[in-house]
């Protein structure tokens, strides 16, 4: 099966690309507070999470997400399951991110699938390819609007894709190649459920392999569910895979699709503008191990604050009491008792 998708280098996609790589640029020859950028990544985590559930349907209001992701009850329902689920994926991918131990491919695509459907797909579905036959469906009249490719294509269809996305990584732009696997990937539609959420996910570490990592501080999935409607529009399309396969023009959802990392780019760089590397923002090596920490296992207490460093009880205290005034960190419990979380 050849893949040789149609698009334009139109000139707002051209605007689009230039103005990110000019603002990506920028960011990158600039330091900023590492405090103002620990709460940036835990607040794209959080926005991340919420835009990419809401986006399919979940009904869970930001102010709750942030609820669940903090206190991670065990009796849940599917609805809060969906969302710790995709924010357990988006960390693994994070971390595996930075420590390059991690590389887009059929093996990474369908273990992100089980992390995102773990306990909300049976028979075998969670984390396979699908083979069964599934439609898309209108979310407002029911109506079957797409007809994906038989089951028994879509090992082959994925793996051409992978292979047109690793022939073409010195030859088109990373911003084309994401957002040509993104359409692909939905129109693949290669899971019995979950396929948006698995896209979206592995599509940021395929920007993250090509050079433009938006886990750390960006969500353009926050972008997208603005307007829902828009964005099935121009990611899906209308008909059989079989009859519009040669025919799709995939322009209109690249310049959407740059549109949607530009507005998050812009996002972060008017939070950032105002924030300058000074003392009062200024952390340690030690506070960053407390920090990264809590990242790993969710609080720290000051016994095992004291076993990461040969810090003074003295200055331990001090630590802690910087850390949440700056925001970063809040105490809880008392006496022996006392933990932190973020």
Known sequence: MNFLPKYTISNQ??????????????????????????????QANILSTYASTSIEGNNLRLT?????????????????????NYNEALEFLNSGIKDKSIRLNNSLIQKTHRLVTKNLLLGGNCGKYREDSVVVHNPLTREIIYLPPDYKDVKKLMSTLLSYVKENEENIDPLILAGIFHKQFVLIHPFIDGNGRTCRLVTKVLLAELGIDTFELFSFETFYNKDVTKYFSL????????????????????????????????????????????????????????????KMNGF?????????????????????????DLGLIERKGKG??????F
């Open 235 to 294: 990611v899906g399309e209308q008909g059989s895979y079989y009859d519009l396969e040669n025919k799709i023009d995939f322009t209109s959802w690249l310049e959407y699709f740059t549109e949607g990392i530009l507005n998050e780019i812009l996002r972060v760089r008017e939070i950032l503008e105002d924030k300058e590397l000074t003392p009062e923002y200024t952390i340690l090596k030690d506070h960053k191990r407390m920090l990264e920490y809590i």
């Open 336 to 341: 022996r008792s006392t933990y932190y979380t």
């Open 13 to 42: 996609l051209l605007k689009n690309i230039k103005e990110i790589n000019k603002v990506v640029v920028e960011l990158n020859n600039k330091r900023f507070p590492n405090p103002i950028l620990y709460k940036l990544n835990s």
């Open 64 to 84: 709750e997400v942030k609820k669940l992701l903090k206190s991670n009850p065990k009796n849940i329902k599917d609805t809060e399951r969906e969302v710790l």
């Open 300 to 324: 720290i207490t000051d016994r095992k604050y004291a076993e990461l460093t040969d810090r003074a009880k003295a200055t331990r205290v001090m630590d802690f009491n910087k850390l949440r």
